[in-house]
């Protein structure tokens, strides 16, 4: 693992998003173009920071460990602390800018764009099993059952390993 | 404070939305550390900034009750025990990955993965979509060609996604100033 390139590559992908499922887009198309990641991964990251306590944004530790042991998932704990200081510069210029219609244009903007984008990101993680029956009867009963509100996350996932195990 | 951020970061199993309704019950509700109405600018500001949100809104609640010290022992306390479990959970789940049937069972998490992140967006584009109201810078009609085009641009034309952010953020942008135009005319 090439440490700076790789801090580097995190800290771009937060410092260029918002919110913890933000640098996602990023994050995949770096690493998937080096080849220091697989679709597969990303999807084990995902999972496991998904089942953690904690903030979503977590999955970075996750993922760092998975492609670079623990000195990756530090120094992806340490590439995820950096950005969110801004927001210090942000408080200062809030009252200016958060009622000005050009500011919230342009969030609402970026907003759809990274919900545009994360749909094919997320897509691309199922591979070759987005074609496979089993997979597609899995998705279909976890987006059912995380849009009901009802069922914590972890369950949901749970649900999914076991159905996996049975149906795989 | 920092036994109360290191509460909040292990109990918070669930992700942000637990993350944030547990700081809210024990900030707000509990110790009146913050009123309704601090918290709720706290977190206001966070869309603008980049990274986790929730990092964000501790530092700026945590600079707000301890300065400096107060940043230091949010960030400590709701990051790092909770990062430590993360790091355990993915050795621990390093060292058996190669087994039978967790292969199968990561191959069904994968799908669950993919439709909790259509969730995920989809809640994230709605507010923007479906806002209602009057000075809103999309409908769901001009905003869901954007959104979907958003998603082409990368699919089809493999664009760098900051470039792709900047875009759809400058078309926002536009259409929010041209309608506050056509309101004053």
Known sequence: MEVVPFFLLILKACALSTGGLGPLPILHADFIARGWASEREFTEALAVGQSSPGPNGLWLVSFGYLTGGLTGALLAFAAMLI???????????????ADQTATKGFM???TLAIAGTGLVIFGQLLGADASNWR?????????????????????????AAVAGAILF | MFWLWLRIGIQSFGGGVATQFLMRQLLVEQKALLTEEEFNRYFAMCRFAPGINLAAVTILIGRHLDGWRGVVAGLVGLLLPSSAITIAMTAAYTSVKDLTIIQSGIRGIAPAVVALGFVLC????????????????????????????????????????????????????????????????
């Open chain 1, 108 to 110: 609402d903007g970026m």
């Open chain 2, 122 to 185: 989809a809640k994230m584009a709605r507010p923007v979509l479906f806002s209602g109201r009057a000075n809103a810078t999309f409908s769901w009609k001009t905003g869901l060609p954007v959104l979907f085009l958003c998603a082409a641009l990368l699919a089809l034309l493999s664009l760098p996604v900051f470039v792709i952010y900047a875009v759809a953020g400058i078309v926002g942008l536009g259409l929010s100033l041209a309608a506050a135009r056509a309101r004053r005319t």
């Open chain 1, 83 to 97: 950005p969110p200081f801004s927001v210090l510069l942000v408080q200062k210029v809030y009252d200016r800018i």
């Open chain 1, 135 to 159: 997979a597609i009867v899995i998705f279909a009963g976890a987006f059912i059952l995380t849009m009901s509100n009802r069922v914590p996350v972890i369950l949901v996932l749970a649900l």
